[in-house]
């Protein structure tokens, strides 16, 4: 089961406008009880979250970080302190942040290690604009399964930044 960021829990509920794990969870297709054992460990799996957002039309970007607007109709481009990390790095998207954020929580829990959630997102901008770098070293892009090759490069950085 993938893991994410605990914050993401609460800006579901902030969504809803709502605490009330019967309420999340009904939203969610799951259980109340679910929904408190997510909370409880402080971990939701990342495909239900990325289904909700989708049948919500959330920006992922919001839900995984709190910051640019909630809703993709709001404009889904890059904002705040992001749009100033990534102003040299336009290829940056919503594709390749989820396909990180995902690399990084997957490779996390394989090896027991955690993070904290601040660290995690800084973890996730240097990793994409590493895959960028490369990207234009190269001069193409690169697919999801190209990036999960470069990024197995920088486990031991992983690693360390965990520590």
Same mark, same amino acid.
Request: glycine residues 6%.
């Given at each position: 089961?993938?893991? =994410?960021?605990?914050?993401?829990? +609460?800006r %579901?509920?902030e969504?809803?406008?709502?605490?009330?794990?019967?309420?999340?969870?009904?939203?969610? /297709?799951?259980?109340?009880?679910?929904?408190?054992? #997510?909370? *409880?460990? @402080?971990?939701?799996p =990342? +495909?239900?979250? %990325? &289904?909700f957002?989708?049948?919500?039309?959330? @920006?992922?970007? #919001?839900?995984?970080?709190?910051?640019?607007?909630?809703?993709?109709?709001?404009?889904?481009a890059?904002?705040?302190?992001?749009?100033?990390?990534?102003?040299? /790095?336009?290829? %940056? *998207?919503? &594709?390749?942040?989820?396909?990180?954020?995902?690399?990084?929580d997957?490779?996390?829990?394989? @090896?027991g290690?955690?993070?904290?959630?601040?660290k995690?997102?800084?973890?996730?901008?240097?990793?994409?604009? =590493?895959?960028?770098?490369?990207?234009r070293?190269? *001069?193409?892009?690169?697919?999801a399964?190209? @990036?999960?090759?470069?990024?197995?490069? /920088?486990t031991? =950085?992983?690693?360390? &930044?965990? &520590?």
């Amino acid at each position: 089961m993938q893991k =994410f960021l605990p914050p993401i829990l +609460s800006r %579901i509920g902030e969504y809803l406008k709502t605490d009330k794990n019967h309420l999340i969870a009904e939203r969610l /297709y799951v259980e109340p009880q679910t929904v408190s054992t #997510w909370k *409880g460990r @402080n971990d939701v799996p =990342f +495909s239900q979250a %990325i &289904a909700f957002a989708k049948r919500e039309n959330l @920006n992922i970007e #919001w839900l995984l970080t709190g910051e640019g607007p909630k809703s993709k109709s709001e404009g889904a481009a890059l904002t705040g302190q992001h749009a100033r990390d990534f102003q040299d /790095y336009p290829e %940056i *998207g919503t &594709a390749l942040v989820l396909d990180v954020v995902l690399f990084v929580d997957t490779f996390l829990t394989e @090896n027991g290690l955690t993070m904290p959630p601040t660290k995690k997102v800084e973890m996730v901008k240097v990793l994409c604009r =590493f895959l960028v770098k490369r990207d234009r070293e190269r *001069g193409k892009v690169s697919s999801a399964e190209e @990036n999960v090759i470069h990024l197995r490069e /920088y486990t031991d =950085f992983l690693k360390a &930044a965990s &520590a």
